[in-house]
């Protein structure tokens, strides 16, 4: 964190006047501070010389701490030892000048912004900032100035320390009366008055409030009852008792003291060193030369602070190194410019500045979110960039709810949702563009195989060609993307699609001419191949039907011959049938002869063997 905001390790200028030394009566004579005369409404009349300023360094510094802070500011008398406290809240023997002459040490208003080694951070994470303040009644000043530093302390501060010597008494209370001019000098509203009521208004924005008594060296008893150093300012605090021409102004200063300061504690210290010059040295003095009971009562107060010091708040919010520079910024131009410090006035300031860092934030959101995703994408669908819008959009409140402060920022979320409509268009038409140009060159790209298909003598029929025309529609439609994919696509056919149609119409009907042609020839030369193998076909026929024809003769010749022959051998069959026949009769003639002899013989044997037979015979 030192590195980022370059901290420094010593306490810098805070505030500083400008202007010639001042006069007591605070005329017109290059007083500091302006005027003590005001007017019913709490104006200055006239306007003194004196004006302050906001030292660069500490705005640089408090411009870059953007965790919540935690002031512990510190006033009182001039050469009372405040600076020396401060110091020891920082962790530090010597930082905030301490001197030790009547002069003041501390000029204007000074700041040291705690590091963290030295203590934790507070609630929030805070981080603390200690102003040291320039001391009250020097001679070298006016008392409207005084109630001006005094002003200050109050309304930056979230912790307010108010140092005295020795202890409360009517003396160290009549050195707080300018708490009675601080309705003067703040109001809580522009309409605001001076009245009682108005300081329990402007107490509300006030810090909290201990009254440190230095040098302290009584007893805390009243009455004969120990009490705390609470209970002891408390009972300062009570109305005297008397004529009120003679208390009243003193009981005043003590009514504005409680209606101020609600919230308030005491805490007292012993004499750091019993010798007087070491007093007048003390930050020379090393830790071992103070008394040891100063020293543990010093860190109890330094842990008391630590404890009970909270972040500064207004109406309910933390409030940041930008944003306190804010309330500065406000409370010196009204001290400049002679008017009254308005708190109201001074919160606007910061709600304008921190709301507006809140739309500059939500702006910056929105603008990265889309800008991350296109830069990726490159190219988007419509979908997707809805999509989007609606992502950064939703980032965008986010951011800006996130950083804005106060409740009335209706104004500048309509101003970021101009912006965001705006920058919408402008990134959808962007893309839109870029779609364009995306799909143009996925077209030329297929225009280029187009022309390839087309003359590359391929083409033998229309079919071929839808089929290369949709196989490239179906690649552009892969590869084209957003929302000009269809418009780039129709632009291209008004303007290339008609030629390409006709030089492939042209292709083909040549191509076509070509092969009829061709086919015309193939089927010519097959006409006298087939007219030449008929006529040999049929002069093969003519002499084979000749070669028939007197096969036939031949043929009919030899039938002849085979007729007579059958003929010849018909008539010998019949004629050896005759023979046959009568052959086979002679021979049955000889059979039947043959048979009879047969008889005859057998009859003669038998009857030479049975004589009676044939006697029987």
Request: proline fraction near 3%; hydrophobic fraction near 35%.
């Amino acid at each position: 964190f030192r590195d980022s905001i370059h901290m420094p390790l010593h306490p810098i200028k805070f505030i500083v006047s400008k202007g010639p030394p001042p006069t007591e009566d605070g005329d017109d004579d290059g007083s500091y501070g302006t005027p003590d005369h005001h007017d019913d409404d709490g104006h200055h009349n006239g306007g003194g010389t004196t004006k302050f300023e906001l030292c660069p360094e500490a705005f640089e510094l408090l411009s870059g701490i953007e965790e919540p802070l935690c002031v512990i500011s510190i006033a009182g008398v001039y050469r009372s030892g405040k600076s020396f406290i401060l110091n020891q809240l920082a962790g530090y023997q010597d930082g905030f000048n301490i001197g030790a002459t009547v002069e003041p040490c501390t000029q204007g208003i000074w700041m040291w912004l705690v590091e963290d080694d030295k203590h934790a951070r507070g609630p929030n994470g805070c981080r603390y900032l200690l102003l040291d303040t320039e001391g009250l009644g020097s001679f070298i000043k006016t008392e409207s100035y005084d109630v001006q530093i005094f002003s200050l302390a109050l309304l930056l501060g979230s912790f307010f320390i108010y140092n005295s010597l020795s202890s409360i008494d009517e003396g160290s209370i009549d050195k707080l009366s300018l708490v009675v001019q601080l309705t003067k000098h703040i109001r809580a509203a522009a309409e605001a008055g001076s009245d009682p009521a108005e300081a329990r208004r402007i107490g509300m924005y006030f810090p909290k409030f201990m009254w440190l008594v230095r040098d302290f060296s009584l007893d805390l008893n009243i009455q004969g009852r120990k009490v705390s150093p609470r209970e002891y300012l408390e009972n300062a605090l009570q109305p005297m008792k008397g004529d009120a021409s003679r208390v009243g102004g003193r009981n005043q200063v003590r009514e504005f003291i409680k209606q101020f300061f609600p919230d308030r504690d005491c805490f007292t210290l012993k004499r750091p060193v019993a010798n007087e010059e070491q007093l007048q040295n003390l930050a020379n003095l090393s830790v071992e030369d103070l008394r040891p009971e100063y020293k543990e009562q010093v860190a109890e107060l330094i842990d008391h602070i630590y404890a009970h010091a909270l972040p500064k708040k207004m109406h309910g919010q933390l409030l940041n190194g930008p944003m306190l520079l804010a309330l500065v910024t406000s409370y010196i131009n009204a001290m400049n410019e002679g008017a009254a410090l308005t708190i109201s006035t001074a919160w606007e300031n910061v709600v304008r500045q921190e709301c507006g860092k809140a739309l500059h934030a939500a702006q910056e959101t929105y603008v990265r979110h889309v800008s991350d995703r296109v830069a990726v994408a490159r190219v988007m669908e419509d979908q997707d960039m809805e999509a989007l819008h609606r992502e950064a959009e939703a980032e965008a409140n986010k951011a800006f709810r996130l950083k804005a402060v106060g409740g009335s920022y209706w104004t500048l979320e309509d101003d970021l949702r101009k912006f965001i409509y705006e920058t919408k268009d402008r990134v959808i038409r962007d893309n839109y563009r870029s779609s364009l140009d995306h799909c143009e060159g996925v077209l030329h790209d297929l225009v280029a195989q187009i022309d390839d298909f087309l003359t590359s003598g391929k083409i033998y029929a229309i079919e071929e060609v839808e089929r290369e025309f949709k196989r490239l529609g179906e690649a552009y439609a892969r590869k084209a993307k957003g929302p000009a994919k269809w418009e780039a696509q129709a632009k291209f056919l008004e303007k290339h699609g008609f030629e390409s149609a006709r030089h492939a119409h042209v292709r083909l009907v040549r191509m076509a001419k070509e092969e009829f042609e061709t086919r015309l020839e193939e089927q010519r030369r097959r006409s006298e191949d087939d007219f030449k193998r008929g006529q040999q076909l049929f002069e093969e026929q003519v002499a084979v039907r000749k070669n028939m024809e007197h096969m036939v003769t031949l043929l009919a010749q030899e039938n002849a011959d085979i007729n007579l022959r059958l003929q010849r051998m018909d008539d010998q069959s019949r004629l050896l049938a005759r023979q046959n026949q009568v052959q086979r009769k002679r021979i049955e003639s000889i059979q039947a002869a043959s048979r009879v002899e047969s008889q005859n013989d057998l009859s003669e044997s038998n009857n030479k063997k049975n004589p009676m037979s044939m006697t029987l015979e």
